[in-house]
């Protein structure tokens, strides 16, 4: 019999490369053979679509059938590849004509009974597969809603093995995608919630407006974790480009939700400080999975009692938070997620941590190791740091002064309109995402703006990290002023914002 052809994609991270699986009948023993560096489940997917065809009504053949996954040297993982390979050994056996298989994608799990389950990965999944030229894509029905977010290719969901079998003979049709759903609106607390804290409330509208990481340090209970959870709210949507990414690396970690699977609002993840390295920044055995700092790319990681949180779980981050991706490294081959997030890091000034720090009982000794985990060279990526103060009074701060997250918002963006216009031809969105050669090149600064910063230098209270970190906040306070350019008053300030201390 001649050999039958049909199509699937594997993940390596969020990039997709189209599998092609070749199905062979000849003679001998019946068996099944699969070939192209497949893992563990995706060889028991002989097993599982063997049954899956048999409890379909459907033919087996009685030969050996071979089947092949190419390119032969890429890692194939997981059982997305059961609803291509079923295709192919029908098409092969002259069950199916295979007419419809040619630029066509099939991505499910099959179970047992020939229903077709969904797989993890659809989006980037079909997203490579329009850029490799296909035209149609075949889905698990449940992921019609994810799919259908990749236009310029033909969807079309199956609920069961059959229903594929009768789209292949030409007797009924498959699902469409049905229309889109409207987004649920954003459910993110607002900045009203938070009585006082004026400076952190400052510090908070600057990283927002500019993209920035950001450290704050108070005594318990006065303010940190909430202004945190409010910062999402004070960002821009996502542009489309931007949720299709996030939404990719979702779709990857299976937390998309079936509703309205497009992530729109920058995500917010807050591990907890017993997190594992391979949780937060990715891993496991074959190919790696995401971590919780690309579930929070283009958005907020919050790492909460960030000094209860082990050395090399923060040391992990260092290169991560200049690179904006993270490339990891396994047995079976290197993935690369994305990783673009603001950073908010939050800590109690001590171990004891008393409402009053006049009450404090640890020693200078202590106080300095348990800081000790924010290194150096940690802290000197973090371009913000800011110190709370306990409430003296909740009637001393009118409620109607307070500003809402709206109000906050409308500066935000306002700033961030003017970034973005600014550095439009070289494609960056925030002034922190500019390199620091631009900024001392083309965007230089007067000597009398930039005096207190070559002070700085000069006397080695600031390394040229924290220079060009300056240079970033500068630029972002005269967004958010409305000036042309930074004078020394942004860089005073922006200045003032890095010198001081966690503790």
């Not at 400080?273 to 990715?282: D, E, P």
């Not at 216009?421 to 925030?430: I, P, S, T, Y």
């Amino acid at each position: 019999m001649p050999i039958a052809k049909a199509w699937s994609v594997a993940l390596l991270g969020i990039e997709g490369r189209i599998v092609e699986i070749e199905a062979d009948i000849g003679g001998g023993m019946p068996a099944v053979k699969l070939v192209g560096l497949p893992d563990a489940g995706l060889r028991e997917a002989k097993d599982r679509v063997r049954s899956a065809v048999r409890n379909s009504k459907q033919s087996w053949p009685d030969g050996k059938v071979t089947l092949g996954l190419s390119p032969a040297n890429l890692p194939k993982v997981g059982s997305g590849y059961d609803l291509g390979i079923a295709a192919a050994v029908l098409a092969a056996s002259g069950v199916v004509p295979s007419t419809k298989l040619v630029r066509s994608v099939l991505l499910g799990e099959l179970a047992l009974d020939g229903r077709v389950r969904p797989v993890r990965g659809v989006l980037p999944g079909l997203l490579a597969a329009r850029a490799a030229g296909m035209k149609r894509a075949v889905v698990p029905v449940e992921s019609l809603i994810e799919a259908a977010l990749v236009d310029g290719l033909e969807i079309r969901g199956a609920a069961r093995l059959r229903d594929l079998v009768a789209w292949l003979r030409d007797e009924n049709d498959l699902v469409e995608p049905p229309p889109p759903a409207p987004p649920e609106p954003p459910d993110v607390p607002d900045l009203s919630d938070v009585i006082g804290q004026p400076e952190a409330r400052w510090a908070l509208e600057v990283a927002a407006a500019g993209g920035h990481h950001l450290l704050m340090t108070g005594p318990p209970g006065v303010g940190k974790t909430m202004l945190a959870k409010r910062l999402p709210g004070l960002l821009p949507p996502l542009t489309h480009e931007e949720s299709l990414e996030v939404t990719a690396v979702h779709s990857i970690d299976g937390s998309l939700t079936e509703g309205s699977p497009l992530v729109t609002v920058p995500p917010f993840v807050a591990p907890h400080h017993s997190i594992s390295v391979a949780a937060l920044i990715g891993g496991g055995s074959g190919l790696a999975v995401p971590g919780a700092i690309s579930r929070a790319h283009r958005g907020i990681l919050l790492l909460d009692e960030v000094c209860e949180f082990p050395s090399d779980r923060l040391e992990s981050l260092r290169t991560i938070v200049e690179d904006g991706e993270v490339r990891i490294g396994r047995v079976r081959g290197v993935v690369r997620y994305p990783a673009r997030f603001q950073l908010v890091l939050a800590t109690n000034p001590c171990p004891c941590a008393p409402p009053k720090e006049t009450d404090c009982s640890c020693s200078a000794t202590a106080r300095r190791r348990y800081l000790s985990r924010l290194s150096g060279p940690l802290l000197d990526r973090v371009d913000l740091r800011t110190k709370l103060r306990p409430l003296t009074a909740m009637s001393a701060h009118d409620v109607a002064d307070i500003e809402s997250t709206a109000v906050v918002r409308t500066r935000v963006v306002e700033a961030r309109r003017r970034a973005a216009a600014r550095w439009a031809e070289h494609g960056w969105q925030a002034n922190a995402e500019v390199p620091g050669p631009v900024l001392r090149r083309e965007f230089s600064l007067p000597a009398k703006a930039t005096a207190l910063l070559d002070r700085g230098l000069d006397r080695g209270l600031l390394t040229a990290r924290g220079a060009d970190r300056c240079l970033r906040i500068a630029w972002t306070l005269a967004d958010l002023a409305g000036a042309a350019r930074p004078d020394e008053d942004e860089v005073a300030a922006a200045l003032d914002f890095r010198e001081r201390q966690a503790a």
